[in-house]
Nanobody, 122 residues
Framework: EVQLVESGGGLVQPGGNLRLSCAAT????????MAWFRQAPGKGREEVAR??????ASTEADSVRGRFTISRDKNILYLQMVSLKPEDTAIYYC?????????????????WGQGTQVTVSS
């Protein structure tokens, strides 16, 4: 069984940085993908970034491109966040699944972590 445990959230001032981590255990292999999602109060869940485990190909959402970077080291997934804005305040979730290939590729998530709160406020 896949288990995902996030850490690294907290309170940060606007313009600050945070790095989220997600420790993955269980049956994750090179055919899989992983992703970071977030959900702000009163809003739906939004994919922030995703990565293919076979070659580390990644993509970020337009709303965070240039400020957030997804990466991994073995079974630890990271989300480096810089120049944080109040609108980045949300619960951030780590997810894992299988890639779906169309015109581009998406990560069809099957497993989720419990989430970590990120609050950007002065």
């Amino acid at each position: 069984e896949v288990q995902l445990v996030e850490s690294g959230g907290g309170l940060v001032q606007p313009g600050g940085n945070l790095r989220l981590s997600c420790a993955a255990t269980g049956l994750i292999d090179r055919r899989d993908c992983m992703a970071w999602f977030r959900q702000a109060p009163g809003k739906g869940r939004e994919e922030v970034a995703r990565i293919l485990l076979r070659d580390d190909a990644s993509t970020e959402a337009d709303s965070v491109r240039g400020r957030f970077t997804i990466s991994r080291d073995k079974n630890i997934l990271y989300l480096q966040m810089v120049s944080l804005k109040p609108e980045d305040t949300a619960i951030y979730y780590c997810a894992a699944g299988r890639p779906y290939y169309g015109l581009t590729w998406s990560c069809e998530t099957e497993h989720w972590g419990q989430g970590t709160q990120v609050t950007v406020s002065s």
